[in-house]
Protein backbone atom coordinates (compact mmCIF):
# COMPACT_ATOMS: atom_id res chain seq x y z
CA UNK A 1 0.00 0.00 0.00
CA UNK A 2 1.66 3.05 -0.92
CA UNK A 3 0.26 5.49 1.77
CA UNK A 4 1.71 3.42 4.43
CA UNK A 5 5.40 3.12 2.05
CA UNK A 6 4.65 7.28 1.99
CA UNK A 7 4.34 7.05 5.82
CA UNK A 8 7.28 4.89 6.35
CA UNK A 9 9.42 6.86 3.87
CA UNK A 10 8.58 10.02 6.45
CA UNK A 11 9.90 8.31 9.25
CA UNK A 12 13.06 7.70 7.94
CA UNK A 13 16.64 8.39 9.07
CA UNK A 14 19.50 8.18 6.94
CA UNK A 15 21.98 7.13 10.10
CA UNK A 16 19.95 4.82 11.83
CA UNK A 17 18.93 3.00 8.11
CA UNK A 18 23.25 3.10 7.16
CA UNK A 19 23.60 1.56 11.29
CA UNK A 20 20.75 -1.02 10.67
CA UNK A 21 22.22 -2.10 6.98
CA UNK A 22 25.12 -3.53 8.83
CA UNK A 23 22.90 -5.49 11.21
CA UNK A 24 21.05 -7.48 8.59
CA UNK A 25 23.75 -7.69 5.98
CA UNK A 26 21.76 -10.22 4.05
CA UNK A 27 19.24 -8.30 2.91
CA UNK A 28 19.42 -5.50 -0.51
CA UNK A 29 19.92 -1.65 1.66
CA UNK A 30 17.75 -0.36 -1.06
CA UNK A 31 15.03 -2.11 0.90
CA UNK A 32 15.79 -0.83 4.06
CA UNK A 33 14.28 2.42 5.20
CA UNK A 34 15.63 3.26 8.43
CA UNK A 35 12.62 3.81 10.97
CA UNK A 36 14.00 3.84 14.17
CA UNK A 37 11.95 0.83 16.47
CA UNK A 38 10.50 3.07 18.95
CA UNK A 39 8.33 4.87 15.64
CA UNK A 40 8.11 1.57 14.01
CA UNK A 41 6.06 -0.02 16.94
CA UNK A 42 3.87 3.54 17.32
CA UNK A 43 2.95 3.17 14.02
CA UNK A 44 1.81 -0.25 14.02
CA UNK A 45 -0.42 0.24 17.39
CA UNK A 46 -1.87 2.95 14.97
CA UNK A 47 -2.67 0.51 12.05
CA UNK A 48 -3.73 -2.34 14.25
CA UNK A 49 -6.56 -0.19 14.89
CA UNK A 50 -7.28 0.49 10.75
CA UNK A 51 -9.62 -1.66 8.94
CA UNK A 52 -7.23 -0.64 6.46
CA UNK A 53 -4.62 -3.32 7.83
CA UNK A 54 -6.49 -6.17 6.37
CA UNK A 55 -5.49 -4.86 3.17
CA UNK A 56 -2.17 -4.79 4.21
CA UNK A 57 -1.84 -7.80 5.19
CA UNK A 58 -3.21 -9.35 2.43
CA UNK A 59 -0.68 -8.13 0.22
CA UNK A 60 2.34 -10.36 0.40
CA UNK A 61 5.36 -9.96 -0.27
CA UNK A 62 6.54 -6.39 0.36
CA UNK A 63 9.39 -4.77 -0.69
CA UNK A 64 10.38 -2.81 2.37
CA UNK A 65 12.16 -4.46 5.70
CA UNK A 66 9.50 -2.26 7.61
CA UNK A 67 6.70 -3.28 5.87
CA UNK A 68 7.90 -7.13 7.00
CA UNK A 69 8.14 -5.98 10.74
CA UNK A 70 4.91 -3.90 10.50
CA UNK A 71 3.19 -7.19 9.33
CA UNK A 72 4.83 -9.35 12.08
CA UNK A 73 3.81 -6.57 14.84
CA UNK A 74 0.45 -6.82 13.65
CA UNK A 75 -0.23 -10.78 12.96
CA UNK A 76 1.21 -10.90 16.56
CA UNK A 77 -2.06 -8.55 17.66
CA UNK A 78 -4.32 -9.55 15.07
CA UNK A 79 -6.77 -11.38 17.02
CA UNK A 80 -7.49 -13.60 20.39
CA UNK A 81 -8.34 -16.75 18.58
CA UNK A 82 -4.67 -18.76 18.81
CA UNK A 83 -6.14 -20.73 14.98
CA UNK A 84 -6.31 -17.28 13.44
CA UNK A 85 -2.78 -16.21 14.65
CA UNK A 86 -0.99 -19.63 13.86
CA UNK A 87 -3.15 -19.07 10.51
CA UNK A 88 -1.85 -16.10 9.75
CA UNK A 89 2.08 -16.71 10.71
CA UNK A 90 2.10 -19.10 8.80
CA UNK A 91 0.86 -17.29 5.75
CA UNK A 92 3.83 -14.95 6.66
CA UNK A 93 6.52 -17.01 7.70
CA UNK A 94 7.88 -17.85 3.67
CA UNK A 95 8.71 -14.47 3.45
CA UNK A 96 10.67 -13.49 6.30
CA UNK A 97 13.74 -12.89 5.28
CA UNK A 98 16.22 -12.15 8.01
CA UNK A 99 16.72 -12.77 11.56
CA UNK A 100 15.80 -9.52 13.16
CA UNK A 101 12.37 -9.60 11.75
CA UNK A 102 12.25 -13.92 12.45
CA UNK A 103 13.02 -12.99 16.08
CA UNK A 104 10.70 -10.04 17.03
CA UNK A 105 7.69 -12.04 15.47
CA UNK A 106 6.69 -13.51 18.79
CA UNK A 107 2.81 -13.63 19.21
CA UNK A 108 2.35 -12.86 22.97
CA UNK A 109 -0.79 -15.40 22.38
CA UNK A 110 1.84 -18.54 22.45
CA UNK A 111 2.09 -18.35 25.84
CA UNK A 112 -1.74 -18.78 26.81
CA UNK A 113 -1.83 -22.01 23.88
CA UNK A 114 1.25 -23.60 24.52
CA UNK A 115 0.10 -27.14 23.55
CA UNK A 116 -1.51 -25.85 20.23
CA UNK A 117 1.80 -24.18 19.49
CA UNK A 118 3.74 -27.32 19.76
CA UNK A 119 2.34 -29.27 17.50
CA UNK A 120 3.15 -26.26 14.92
CA UNK A 121 7.00 -25.68 16.41
CA UNK A 122 7.31 -29.29 15.16
CA UNK A 123 6.90 -28.83 11.42
CA UNK A 124 8.50 -25.42 11.77
CA UNK A 125 11.61 -26.70 12.75
CA UNK A 126 11.74 -28.99 10.07
CA UNK A 127 10.76 -26.87 7.61
CA UNK A 128 13.28 -25.94 4.83
CA UNK A 129 13.45 -22.20 4.52
CA UNK A 130 16.20 -20.71 6.99
CA UNK A 131 13.56 -18.43 9.21
CA UNK A 132 11.02 -21.05 9.73
CA UNK A 133 13.47 -23.29 11.59
CA UNK A 134 15.07 -20.62 13.25
CA UNK A 135 11.66 -18.92 14.38
CA UNK A 136 10.70 -22.35 15.43
CA UNK A 137 14.17 -22.31 17.99
CA UNK A 138 13.14 -19.05 19.14
CA UNK A 139 9.31 -19.81 19.57
CA UNK A 140 11.04 -22.47 21.76
CA UNK A 141 12.85 -20.59 23.62
CA UNK A 142 11.08 -17.94 24.72
CA UNK A 143 7.42 -20.01 25.32
CA UNK A 144 8.87 -23.03 26.36
CA UNK A 145 11.64 -22.96 28.65
CA UNK A 146 10.03 -21.96 32.29
CA UNK A 147 6.61 -23.42 33.06
CA UNK A 148 5.65 -25.20 29.89
CA UNK A 149 9.57 -26.81 29.59
CA UNK A 150 10.04 -30.65 28.69
CA UNK A 151 13.13 -31.92 28.04
CA UNK A 152 12.37 -33.40 24.88
CA UNK A 153 12.32 -30.03 23.38
CA UNK A 154 16.47 -29.80 24.25
CA UNK A 155 16.10 -33.06 21.51
CA UNK A 156 13.83 -31.60 19.13
CA UNK A 157 16.66 -28.65 18.97
CA UNK A 158 19.42 -30.36 19.19
CA UNK A 159 17.99 -32.44 16.55
CA UNK A 160 17.80 -29.60 13.73
CA UNK A 161 20.75 -30.09 11.13
CA UNK A 162 21.10 -26.77 8.84
CA UNK A 163 24.60 -25.29 8.17
CA UNK A 164 23.45 -21.77 7.90
CA UNK A 165 24.77 -19.17 10.46
CA UNK A 166 20.95 -18.15 11.82
CA UNK A 167 20.14 -21.31 11.81
CA UNK A 168 23.10 -22.38 13.68
CA UNK A 169 23.16 -19.05 16.18
CA UNK A 170 19.69 -20.03 17.00
CA UNK A 171 21.03 -23.27 18.08
CA UNK A 172 23.42 -21.83 20.02
CA UNK A 173 21.19 -19.07 21.54
CA UNK A 174 18.65 -21.74 22.74
CA UNK A 175 21.12 -24.08 24.40
CA UNK A 176 23.25 -20.99 26.11
CA UNK A 177 19.31 -20.06 27.54
CA UNK A 178 18.49 -23.81 28.55
CA UNK A 179 21.75 -23.59 30.52
CA UNK A 180 20.75 -20.73 32.95
CA UNK A 181 16.76 -21.33 32.83
CA UNK A 182 17.16 -25.31 33.19
CA UNK A 183 21.07 -26.45 33.49
CA UNK A 184 20.52 -29.95 34.95
CA UNK A 185 18.39 -30.69 32.33
CA UNK A 186 20.31 -29.30 29.48
CA UNK A 187 23.49 -30.23 30.54
CA UNK A 188 23.16 -33.36 29.52
CA UNK A 189 22.77 -32.48 26.11
CA UNK A 190 26.42 -30.66 26.50
CA UNK A 191 27.94 -33.64 27.98
CA UNK A 192 27.20 -35.58 25.28
CA UNK A 193 28.57 -33.45 22.30
CA UNK A 194 25.32 -34.06 20.27
CA UNK A 195 25.72 -30.71 18.92
CA UNK A 196 28.44 -29.95 16.13
CA UNK A 197 31.55 -28.05 17.32
CA UNK A 198 30.93 -24.30 16.54
CA UNK A 199 27.66 -24.88 18.17
CA UNK A 200 28.51 -26.68 20.96
CA UNK A 201 31.30 -23.74 21.77
CA UNK A 202 29.19 -20.84 20.94
CA UNK A 203 26.74 -22.59 23.27
CA UNK A 204 29.17 -22.95 26.49
CA UNK A 205 30.72 -19.71 25.25
CA UNK A 206 27.06 -17.32 25.78
CA UNK A 207 26.21 -19.58 28.99
CA UNK A 208 29.51 -18.32 30.71
CA UNK A 209 29.01 -15.29 29.45
CA UNK A 210 25.98 -14.80 31.57
CA UNK A 211 25.95 -13.31 34.82
CA UNK A 212 22.74 -16.09 36.07
CA UNK A 213 25.12 -19.22 36.23
CA UNK A 214 27.78 -19.30 39.13
CA UNK A 215 31.64 -19.94 38.60
CA UNK A 216 31.31 -23.11 39.94
CA UNK A 217 28.87 -23.92 37.08
CA UNK A 218 31.15 -21.67 34.36
CA UNK A 219 34.36 -23.62 35.06
CA UNK A 220 32.36 -27.36 34.56
CA UNK A 221 31.07 -25.87 31.13
CA UNK A 222 34.50 -24.08 29.91
CA UNK A 223 36.12 -27.75 30.58
CA UNK A 224 33.32 -29.34 28.22
CA UNK A 225 34.57 -26.92 24.95
CA UNK A 226 35.99 -29.10 22.10
Request: with cysteine; proline share 4%.
Amino acid sequence: MKEIVDRLMAMQDPDYREFHKRLVPNLDGDRIIGVRTPRLRAYARELARDPRREEFLAELPHRYYEENNLHAWLVASCSRDIEVVLARVNEFLPYVDNWATCDMFSPKIFARHAERVEHEVRRWLADSHVYTVRFGIVTLLEFYLGESFRTEYLDWVASVRNDDYYVRMAVAWYFSTALVKQFDAALPVVESRRLERWTHNKSIQKAIESYRIDDERKKLLRSMKM
